[in-house]
């Protein structure tokens, strides 16, 4: 029996009937996906080393660079129709495209489960906090079953319905509230001015920080595609998504750098999440962390992209079932050395889109090529790529990895493809 595709199939171009979102849709999705409470705990990160005038400029700096990257390879969904998997096989070849949908698979299933815990834990300790030890509200186990129940709810029903009539219609009503009302909070208790003032400690780097805030926009670079194929148009494309999660990101790591250095100078998560819920009866943080669930949504949705161009399978199905494993993995796995692991993997997709950008705008200008079984110029630049971010974590840590890696696999792209295209023009001449 033939399967019939679906409105998300991963390998098949998104016809222009379904290419719906506009800039507004895009800025929402987006704008939504750069607001949570790993957001505010990533900022929290950079508050004693940086101090708050540190921080910002690194945030500011790194989500900016970030941004442009992440909406130029959102282009590359509308331009194709393709998922962000399937959309590698014009750079990568059929074959050579798997290696990274299977590392893109295992991480997202990861993150599913990794987000899944940080909602239960900031839902676990707030019911505490409310209704004491031993109460159904302060049950780890309660909220991972409600979060990965939510997360794999939005998944299986896709982009469109979720961006459409969640977000857009309401959704992003509530977050902006969240956000202002933690604005409002900080800036009538917090003294800005002493804070602005006070230096960090020294034990991170400015090069370090902005590596910290670029990663951010750029661990998104391998799911852009899954909905950005949706798009309209590219310009709705790359200004939605980029003013969208700038706006997001900047904001709440920055909140995070701020209530860290005013209301948790121990720099404690559960210290950070306790001040944050002494904001508004708690509402604004209860609202951000429903917000997480968007992020597991996302990562469960594109692992299950991700898994369809590898499994003959209806991606509805396959969100289902990953959404039901991060549940599980959320529930029972120790993820302290896990998360490690993700971080290893994550470190090959920032180089990857380095080639992947160079290749689909410079060498094919937006043009659709062929896909062939294997690009060996493409594969090599990855690699290269990829090895010069690992040389520069271990060797060099204070100068940054990320942006290096990327910058040098486009230009070891763009030298190898020109070289091959010479070969090639010379040889049919």
């Known amino acids: ?71 130029a390879v959102g282009v590359i969904g509308s331009d194709t129709g393709l998922s962000a998997m399937a959309a590698l096989k014009l750079s990568l070849g059929a074959k050579g495209a798997s290696l990274p949908a299977v590392l893109n698979l295992l991480q997202l299933i990861g993150w599913g489960a990794f987000e899944i815990i940080v909602m239960r834990d900031a839902a676990s300790l707030l019911g505490t906090r409310a209704f004491g030890e031993g109460s159904l509200l302060s049950s780890p186990l309660f909220w991972t079953l409600i979060f990965g129940a939510l997360a794999t709810l939005l998944a299986v029903s896709g982009p469109l ?17 969240a956000c202002l009302w933690l604005t409002w909070n900080l800036l009538a208790k917090a003294d800005l001015a002493a804070l602005w003032a006070k230096t960090g400690d020294g034990s991170m780097s400015f090069a370090v920080g902005f590596d910290i805030a670029i990663a951010m926009p750029l661990s998104w670079l391998p799911l852009i595609a899954d909905y950005s194929r949706f798009g309209k148009r590219a310009n709705s494309v790359f200004g939605g998504t980029a003013l969208g999660f700038f706006i997001g990101n900047f904001w709440l790591m920055s909140l995070g750098v701020a209530y860290t250095l005013a209301f948790a100078p121990s720099g404690e998560v559960n210290a950070l999440l306790l001040a944050l819920a002494g904001a508004g009866l708690g509402i604004p943080l209860l609202l951000i962390l429903l917000d997480e669930s968007e992020n597991a949504f996302a990562d469960i949705h594109s692992a299950a992209v991700s898994s369809g161009i590898l499994l003959r399978l209806r991606v509805e199905h396959l969100a289902l079932a990953i959404g039901v494993i991060c549940t599980v993995i959320a529930c029972f796995a120790p993820l302290a050395q896990y998360q490690n692991f993700l971080l290893l993997i994550g470190s090959v997709f920032a180089p990857l889109f380095g080639v992947v950008l160079v290749d689909h705008f410079i060498l094919r200008r937006r043009s659709p090529g062929r896909v062939t079984h294997l690009h060996w110029p493409a594969l090599v630049a990855w690699l290269g790529g990829i090895s010069t971010y690992h040389l520069l974590a271990n060797l060099y840590p204070d100068i940054g990895a990320t942006l290096p890696a990327l910058l040098l696999a486009g230009l070891l792209q763009f030298v190898l493809g020109r070289a091959v295209s010479g070969v090639r023009a010379s040889a049919q001449a």
Do not use: E, H, N
Request: include cysteine.
């Open 161 to 177: 319905t979720f961006v459409r009539q969640i977000l857009r219609k309401w959704g992003i009503w509530l977050l902006l509230a």
């Open 1 to 71: 029996m033939s399967i019939q595709p679906s409105t998300y199939s991963p390998d098949i171009t998104v016809p222009q009937d379904k290419r719906v979102f506009g800039a507004r849709d895009l800025f929402s999705l987006w704008f939504s996906l750069g607001i949570g409470l790993m957001v505010l705990q990533t900022g929290a990160l950079l508050a004693p080393g940086l101090g708050l005038c540190g921080s910002l400029l690194a945030i500011f700096f790194g989500t900016l660079v970030g941004v442009l990257l992440l909406a």
